[in-house]
T-cell receptor
């Protein structure tokens, strides 16, 4: 069956450092991979989308990589700030079918 | 542009009672989703509508959950009778179309506690 894993439930880093979150999957061949941010008590908010034929995507301080051979995506936040503290969810998208979310990683950026 | 609206925000009911959640998607969005999110887990798709037709309801516990989207706009999710394990946040979301690469826009969620 399909399985999505995200590195450790929680990740603590120091302000100014780069946060790296991992999304690994098995038994799935997504055409797209998306990352969402979720704050406590709120719904997820879309951040970035990367296609299966793209290796890397950037948006301001955010960078996403997608390796379909390793079945892995890395999500980087550079120059992290306390305001980046949230839960980050990866989601696999197979042309709109089987849109599946991972369990999320709770990031805490310490001042 | 107005976001996805959901109500009620919070609901506490006793087991075996019923509850209904309402959702109004972003105007013009053809696809509407209901997700269940249990604390500490990612959202799990319950049902997906394209206009007023069901695209995917494979994970909807049909013995107790039902959902409808009349006229292809608003939607209602009902649970009857509720069980303790139904305690979760019920997230409604919408996207412009069905198909790959769409951004999904979520509402704030309806928090259900079953006691």
């Amino acid at each position: 069956s399909q399985k999505i894993e995200q590195n450790s439930e929680a990740l603590n880093i120091q302000e100014g450092k780069t946060a790296t979150l991992t999304c690994n999957y098995t038994n799935y061949s997504p055409a797209y991979l998306q990352w969402y941010r979720q704050d406590p008590g709120r719904g997820p908010v879309f951040l970035l989308l990367i296609r299966e034929n793209e290796k890397e995507k950037r948006k301001e301080r955010l960078k996403v990589t997608f390796d379909t051979t390793l079945k892995q995506s890395l999500f980087h936040i550079t120059a992290s700030q306390p305001a980046d503290s949230a839960t980050y969810l990866c989601a696999l998208d197979d042309y709109g079918q089987n849109f599946v979310f991972g369990p999320g990683t709770r990031l805490s950026v310490l001042p | 542009e107005a976001g996805v609206a959901q109500s009620p925000r919070y609901k506490i009911i006793e087991k075996r009672q019923s509850v209904a959640f309402w959702c109004n998607p972003i105007s013009g969005h053809a696809t509407l989703y209901w997700y269940q999110q249990i604390l500490g887990q990612g959202p799990k798709l319950l049902i997906q509508f394209q206009n007023n037709g069901v695209v995917d309801d494979s994970q909807l516990p049909k013995d107790r959950f039902s959902a409808e989207r009349l006229k292809g706009v608003d939607s209602t999710l009902k649970i009857q009778p509720a069980k303790l394990e139904d305690s979760a946040v019920y997230l409604c979301a919408s996207s412009p179309t069905t198909g790959g690469g769409n951004t999904i826009y979520f509402g704030e969620g309806s928090w259900l506690t079953v006691v």
